[in-house]
């Protein structure tokens, strides 16, 4: 992959194994435990573009500003928005990696306030039937993991990020319009070397806008609940 | 309390505060943030008898045997059969305390094992509508709390202590029949100052029962599910 330049882009989590003796790797700590593969990875291709996606941790974020620029991560909506404590008892904020504690929060909402070129927006958006999130046929199996977060993304991002100022996680002063669309829409295509879209953006505004309850299929057989259903987001329109 | 010899029943958490600037309090580490509390009310009424209902680490049962012999603790069936795997992808196993990780698991294994006069089984059971479990009406609210684990309680238990001994938790020279009867049926009743009960008891037999879907009401109105439906388990008949 490096030798063809290709980009390496990571689903990082250890494999959980609750079950071995003296082991303790849970979905908890999956993520961390995978960051010595990542160093080791980028050790041995120090060329190959790595993309660890959706990180969920400060432990991830402070690995990936570590190595060297080829590697990279992205950061969703939905990670700025939920601990454990939110994904609970709500299988429609379920989601893998799953989102973890405060402190692994705030360290992503100052890796997206950061402007390093190294973090941009990953959505990770997964547009599960109502069904499948509520235990599938019969509603007694696994819930299927993964936030819809497909149409709102960015407007849950700027909310997240004046959210932590509100709860001053994170400074007024540290927030920079022009930081945030490099997370949102430049830091990426500059990794990937895409030719910024100079002639097209989204612009958001708050305008007091609701994420509806859901999506339905013109037939209204296929439901789809969206992340944050209720809350007011900023509001998104291509300019 | 103390006075009037009353028992002090706590579900021994602290509140979860996660927007809270620099608060890390979770659903994970609620019960271990309250332990200090538990050891000062001990020490301020030292004769007034305790008990740490459903504690579900190894620092709530290691804080327990710390205490002297008025401070007890009750162990569930189902936090010794999960861990947060379990029940991140399963409203049926999401109860709180939630259970923890693999470590915390074994060490509940230790104390229903270890034949601790101030270990002794508190089922917690939770018989929750299905619809409850599944986000009440409609299906997108919060999804209940609790395991319902009442008809099959005693057999859970010996089927994880099986287990257990199975993984190498749990040496199989450490399980003895007398300290898991103690654990099931004595040490409580000796905790409460009941008399033991010599007429009757349960009697605990391996012959393939497994456990039904759920068990509904006598019109089908209500349907409740069981803990660990479909698996094998102990089963138990008075005599």
Redesign the interface.
Known sequence: MQEHNLVLELHGESP?T??G?G??I???NAEEAFLPTLHSLHAAFPRLRIVLEHCTTAAAVAAVRACGPTVAATITAHHLVL???D??????S?CKP?AK???D?RALLSAVVGGESKFFYGSDSAPHP?GAK??GEG??G????GCFTQAHGPGIVVGAVERAVE???VTESEVEKEKLAAFLSKNGRQFYGLPENAERGIVLEKKGEKIP?SLKSADGSVEV?HFG?GEEVWSARWA
Chains 1, 2 share one sequence.
């Open positions: 959980s609750p079950t003796p082991s303790n849970t979905i908890l601990t454990v404590d994904w609970a008892a709500d299988p429609f379920f799953v504690l405060p402190a929060r109502v509520r235990g509603g007694k696994k819930t299927a993991a709860k001053g996680w309850e609940v259903r």
